[in-house]
């Protein structure tokens, strides 16, 4: 990010090809698909706009998500309720997710997968978007909690409850 701050494009563009699809997936794990692609190119806008202002002063995968975490807020502010997530996102939103596998592993697993995006769609916010943190951007609880504005102990006892809440739903598949 310093480097893009100095004026380094391909820079941008290293960050931009690490970090869009994990950034997405946290947006589509809890937004439709609509919202969940406005709200990524809200974040990249916001980190492009921002980055004259920029600050070694942490990892830079925090201030990705503390941005996140402002733009997912703001739209939950802005649209006065919590949208669920829609599971028909285009096939333009699932290029962003993840690289097609082979269609064998997406039969067989679609049920299961099926089942489990309705359970984590079901968890209330706060629990889901610690869970989408921590299961699908691989942020640790520390990070979690400096972009939530949360204490650790907090982070842990929301996460704890999703997991509880998963693994009760997914047991008639164990």
């Given amino acids: 990010m310093a480097h ?4 380094d494009l391909k820079a941008f563009e290293q960050l931009y090809a690490r970090h869009r699809q994990p ?9 439709p698909g609509d919202s969940a692609l ?4 809200e ?4 980190l492009i706009n921002s980055a004259k202002r920029y600050k070694a002063s942490g990892k830079f995968v925090a201030l990705l ?13 802005r649209n006065r309720k919590h949208q669920l997530l ?14 097609t596998p082979a269609l064998e592993m997406q039969m067989a697993d679609h049920q299961l997968r099926s089942h489990l995006v309705d359970l984590v769609k079901k ?4 629990q889901r978007e610690v869970f989408v943190m921590r299961e699908d951007c691989g942020l640790s609880i520390r990070d979690i909690a400096q972009i939530t504005g949360s204490n650790e102990e907090g982070i842990k006892s929301r996460l704890r409850y999703a997991m509880q809440k998963l693994k009760s739903g997914m047991q008639h598949y164990v």
């Fill in 4 to 7: 893009y701050a100095n004026g």
């Fill in 23 to 31: 950034s997405f997936r946290y947006f589509l794990r809890q937004l």
């Fill in 38 to 41: 406005d709200c990524h190119q």
């Fill in 43 to 46: 974040l990249w806008m916001k």
């Fill in 65 to 77: 998500y503390t941005i996140a975490h402002n733009v997912l807020t703001d739209h939950f502010r």
């Fill in 86 to 99: 829609d599971t028909t996102a285009s096939s333009e939103d699932m290029d962003l997710v993840s690289d």
């Fill in 123 to 126: 968890l209330p916010h706060a």
